[in-house]
């Protein structure tokens, strides 16, 4: 046995393992009360949607962009400044990333609603909304590897610049249908 | 003091699976018995496993020597009908998010694979105070277990949580009180594989039943009032709605 492994043993093992479970209890229970905290806005999604610039992202992973600063710059200042456009992607979709969860708990919160049709809409934004955290992160990693190691070439992300477009879209949906009911009411 | 640990011993045992009856009802009333069939056959199975292990605990029926074994077997049948349940809120998450479930599947796999191999290891690296006694040996194989469903309890929360996936109040609720379940597990075995003095024994008697205890109330509690997220409405005037509308259409030209 290693003896760092041995060390951790010799320790008394009840302990670590009530220390280990009295963690997972506060870690539950954490959850749990974040998953009863108050209203959410439909202000603050659409004010999160409007907080990114979209179109620099866009061109930051653009193919054609990149096959431009290829054929102008000498190889060493390609690759220099691939990687920081890397950088810069990668934060914008760390913040697309955000917003896809935030999408998603206003969608499942839409669920909730008496109105079938705003429901039927909030599940819709819910679904999106995870397929759109799903590439956010997967669109995350390849940005890592590009930046990490500028020389590899790897698809752009599309699909995702793509998902924000139709999440837009159906929370664009979602305002009008519910001001449309509020007035009739 | 005998008397008061006494007093605490039963209700911790009685009052738990009074309270598992209403959660029955309340899922037979809200027809969640069709959507959790394996949780519901769980609450339903605890509550004759305890009837059955209160009968023969009875000193006038003279089965105090039947107990060991009736209960070890029931725990088994319990241990694995957890393991259901987890599936069964795993199942009900995923059902909707068709992109996600695959993913989630093989996670799912892996994760199991890794908690059965760490469970393993636990049980291989800290075999030092072994006593050959049935109850020590189920101690061994049951803090093994808890180590698995704690982790996947844990699995399930991070998982939905990293795709921004709900779970749904009620699921939410079992899931919680599993966690809660499976965490007191896993101290209450990981103490009964040490040496015990009698009145820490005693003490440590408390802990699964009011573990449990803890557990049904949470699902009790997610039954009657369940958690939902409430949308704040917009005061907005409908010119900036339009407004939002021009944006997204220019965005898609």
């Given at each position: 046995m290693e003896p760092g492994i041995e060390a951790i043993f010799a320790m008394n093992p009840a302990a670590i393992y009530i220390g280990l479970a009295v963690l997972v209890v506060i870690a539950l229970t954490s959850v749990a009360v974040r998953q009863r905290r108050g209203p959410l806005a439909l202000d603050h999604a659409r004010s999160l949607m409007g907080s990114l610039d979209i179109e620099a992202f866009r061109n930051l992973v653009d193919p054609e962009e990149e096959m431009f600063l290829r054929s102008c710059l000498p190889a060493d200042e390609f690759l220099k400044i691939k990687r920081e456009r890397a950088w810069a992607a990668l934060a914008y979709a760390r913040a697309l990333s955000h917003i896809a969860l935030q999408f998603s708990r206003f969608g499942n919160a839409a669920?909730?609603?008496?109105d079938p049709s705003l429901a039927e809409l909030g599940k819709q934004i819910a679904a999106d909304a995870v397929e759109m955290r799903m590439l956010a992160l997967a669109t995350m990693g390849r940005l890592f590897i590009i930046a990490t190691f500028p020389s590899l070439r790897l698809p752009s992300p599309q699909s995702l610049i793509e998902h924000h477009g139709r999440s837009i879209g159906l929370l664009a949906r979602y305002s009008m249908l519910q001001s449309a009911r509020r007035q009739t009411s | 003091m005998i008397h008061w640990y006494n007093l605490v011993l039963l209700y911790l045992w009685i009052a738990p699976h009074l309270l598992l009856t209403w959660v029955a009802f309340l899922l037979l009333k809200r027809r969640l018995h069709v959507k959790y069939p394996v949780f519901f056959g769980y609450v339903c199975y605890e509550i004759i496993e305890f009837v059955l292990l209160f009968l023969v605990s009875q000193r006038n029926l003279n089965l105090g020597a039947y107990y060991a074994h009736i209960y070890l077997g029931t725990l088994a049948i319990s241990t694995a009908l957890r393991f259901g349940v987890i599936q069964e809120i795993f199942d009900n998450i995923f059902r909707e998010q068709k992109q996600s479930e695959t993913v989630a599947r093989v996670s799912l796999r892996w994760t199991t694979l890794f908690l059965v191999t760490l469970a393993i290891l636990c049980s291989v690296f800290s075999s030092g105070h072994t006593s050959s006694t049935l109850i020590a040996g189920t101690a061994w194989v049951e803090r093994g277990v808890a180590i698995i469903q704690c982790g996947l309890v844990l699995f399930l929360f991070l998982f939905s949580g990293l795709l921004g996936l709900s779970l749904q109040s009620y699921a939410f609720g079992m899931a919680f009180g599993f966690g809660v379940l499976s965490s007191v597990e896993l101290a209450n075995w990981a103490m009964h594989t040490e040496d015990l003095s009698v009145s820490a024994a005693k003490v440590l008697n408390l802990l699964p039943t009011g573990g449990y205890h803890v557990a049904v109330v949470v699902w009790l509690g997610y039954l009657i009032i369940p958690a939902r997220i409430r949308i704040q409405h917009s005061?907005?005037?409908?010119a900036e709605v339009k407004e939002w509308n021009l944006a997204l259409k220019r965005f898609l030209l």
């Open positions: 669920r909730g609603s008496d | 005061e907005r005037p409908m």
